[in-house]
């Protein structure tokens, strides 16, 4: 039958093809975007009464309390204090010690297995009295397990069924509290290495939920099921991998404990041999991120290691290692801080063709109470004994109180030296385990010192002034570029790395001072170089010839303590080009954004309590954000 070509018809056919042509290109702008639009907070780092040395020290609180806390109810505290959050976390780990875990739970109770153990009836005893007694046997558990000289009774390992009994109560926690989308639990445990006291721990973390978590057993530290050399704890993350199909992280913190041990460049268990391209290529796969804030100190850089940079000197803890058996040295600080450590990582780069300190950066508490409590008039201490109280700061006796001290050596530090911690940023495509597991393993991640500062910053080598115009900087900064966590590709001849960069304060937080641009690189001589670029502030301040840039001004008053947002700025927008580049030079760059100065922790307790502090206490603090490095590394 031969089809009549009408005029109506041939009208169909040609609008359906233009319908067909059209339809090609899709209407919505936002149905073809793959980009992560979701910015979660979180805490990756704490610890319930089943860590030993948080039981030990009067913590009552179980996981499941904790995510009752996080989520934003009103709980009592370990002191039996009402205490609610401001805001309710997105996301949590649990991360307890797995030597020893849960062990603590039977020492108070004080079974039959305990009692028939030295180490454990004398710790036992103490517990039981209470007070500063109590304390010093919390003191002595930490000490005798990181010395390696805590008996076998006390140091729960895998084989033994409370140890097994107690992971697996804690998976069950995790999954009961998971809500998808609304509240995301991250199963975890932290491995805690200690070398004659010098931290070397890593919290770890899975993608998974409990169909691959629950019969494993956690890798502890104590041989011979355990080991301190994170060479082994390596092999264990790949053999999960490998038995399960999961996927699992670790996260390196406190490298100021370590006394030059975290980030050192030769092998310390191999007597200070060179590492080998094995060692590199397997710390850089398993360890992406890097703990750079928590309530024992900050670690982006120290002073001494940065002294140009006036915003160096922050809450740095820089006194000895762990457990205060060996005092600091200045050579051990440049293989303690994240900056120092990521210049050595380009020298390693170079060397071996792996950068093994290619971390981003993520944050947390470190609280041993169980209670994530980031905001400074909000304060519950990393301690139960440093939970609210009028002598946390300065004792009955009119002395300010000392946290850990080593007479013999002649240092240690005060209880007001510890830090409001800090609070990770994810930006992820969906508030679920492998949303949030998926932007840390690419670096998509960074770290603020507690306040929920909002950042964004892109590099590329086509970035424009113009582009901050965008009314979704996300939109044009993934198609022009990479952020932050990436890597710069190869650039054509006589083009510089661009950054465009957005940063908004913390809606219930203080407004912003500045934004920088940290870059660190290598030279052609193999030598290291750092320098601080001012990109973005608030008022009408000018730089200065040598881009220095004048103070923001101080609102705070401590009679209250308050401050006001009248300096400063609720959002900074940024551009930069860097015309000092150099192609054949490896190079890294990332953001920190710096808050006005407000109230530190410490000035909230001196009107609270009607406190007349020492001078030494620190009552002002500006708080930050640091954003994941971006990377260049030239072509072969």
């Not at 934003?72 to 309710?88: D, Y």
């Not at 490298?255 to 030769?266: E, I, K, Q, R, Y």
Request: overall charge neutral; charged content about 25%; some cysteine.
């Amino acid at each position: 039958m031969k089809l009549l070509q009408t005029p109506l018809l041939c009208a169909l056919l040609v609008t359906s093809m233009s319908y067909a042509q059209e339809s090609k290109k899709t209407y919505s702008p936002y149905a073809d975007r793959a980009y992560p639009t979701k910015l979660l907070f979180g805490e990756q780092h704490i610890h319930s009464a089943l860590s030993a040395d948080a039981g030990g020290g009067g913590t009552k609180l179980l996981p499941r309390d904790l995510y009752r806390f996080a989520k934003g109810h009103e709980i009592l505290s370990n002191t039996n204090q009402p205490i609610k959050r401001n805001r309710a976390l997105d996301f949590m780990c649990i991360t307890e010690h797995t030597d020893g875990m849960g062990a603590i739970t039977d020492i108070l109770k004080g079974t039959p297995e305990i009692m028939a153990d030295k180490q454990g009836k004398d710790l036992h005893d103490r517990f039981a009295q209470g007070g500063n007694v109590a304390k010093k046997a919390s003191q002595d558990l930490i000490s005798w397990f990181s010395q390696g000289t805590l008996s076998t009774a006390l140091n729960y390992q895998p084989g033994n069924a409370g140890y097994k009994r107690t992971w697996q109560d804690l998976v069950n926690a995790a999954e009961e509290n998971n809500e998808p989308h609304k509240f995301t639990t991250m199963i975890a445990y932290e491995w805690t290495s200690l070398v004659k006291g010098n931290n070397l721990h890593r919290n770890v973390i899975f993608r998974d939920g409990p169909e691959r978590t629950y019969n494993i057993l956690p890798f502890t530290m104590t041989p011979p099921m355990g080991s301190p050399n994170p060479e082994d704890l390596w092999k264990w993350l790949q053999t999960y991998e490998d038995t399960t199909g999961g996927q699992v992280i670790a996260i390196p913190h406190n490298g100021d404990l370590s006394n030059g041990m975290l980030f050192n460049t030769v092998d310390d268990f191999k007597n200070g041999a060179k590492f080998d391209s094995n060692y590199i290529k397997t710390r850089a796969k398993w360890e992406k991120l890097y703990e750079i804030m928590q309530s024992k100190g900050d670690g982006e850089t120290h002073s001494k290691l940065s002294p140009k940079d006036e915003f160096a000197d922050y809450e740095t803890f820089d006194y000895g290692n762990l457990d205060a058996t060996e005092k600091k040295t200045d050579a051990m600080l440049e293989y303690e801080y994240a900056r120092s450590s990521l210049k050595n990582g380009l020298k390693l780069g170079k060397e071996f063709g792996t950068n093994p300190f290619k971390f981003g950066f993520v944050a947390g508490s470190d609280h041993h109470t169980g209670l994530a409590t980031q905001m400074d008039d909000n304060y519950f201490g990393a301690f139960t004994w440093m939970e609210p109280n009028r002598h946390r700061i300065v004792g009955k006796n009119g002395k300010i109180t000392v946290a850990k001290e080593n007479k013999k050596l002649d240092f240690g530090f005060d209880t007001w030296q510890y830090s409001s911690p800090g609070v990770t940023a994810v930006w992820a495509d969906a508030n679920t385990r492998a949303g949030i597991f998926d932007a840390m393993k690419r670096k998509e991640v960074y770290a603020t010192t507690g306040p929920r500062i909002r950042v964004r910053v892109f590099a590329g080598f086509d970035f424009t002034k113009e582009d901050l115009k965008h009314r979704d900087l996300a939109t044009v900064g993934y198609a022009k570029g990479v952020p932050m966590g990436g890597d710069l590709s190869v650039h054509n001849a006589g083009q510089n790395p661009t950054f465009i960069i957005a940063a908004m304060r913390d809606p219930e937080g203080a407004n912003l001072d500045r934004v920088q641009l940290i870059k660190g690189w290598i030279d052609t001589k193999g030598e290291t170089h750092e320098e601080v670029i001012n990109v973005a502030w608030g008022g009408d301040r000018k730089l200065s010839v040598n881009g220095k840039l004048p103070a923001v001004g101080d609102t705070v008053d401590l009679s209250v303590p308050t401050w006001t947002n009248t300096i400063g700025a609720a959002t900074l927008y940024g551009y930069y080009e860097d015309k000092d580049f150099d192609s054949k030079q490896s190079t890294f760059y990332y953001i920190r954004v710096l808050e006005i100065p407000t109230p530190r922790w410490t000035a909230y307790d001196a009107v609270r309590y009607n406190l007349t502090l020492p001078k030494e206490v620190k009552v002002k603090t500006q708080e930050r954000a640091y954003t994941s490095p971006i990377w260049y590394t030239p072509s072969k």
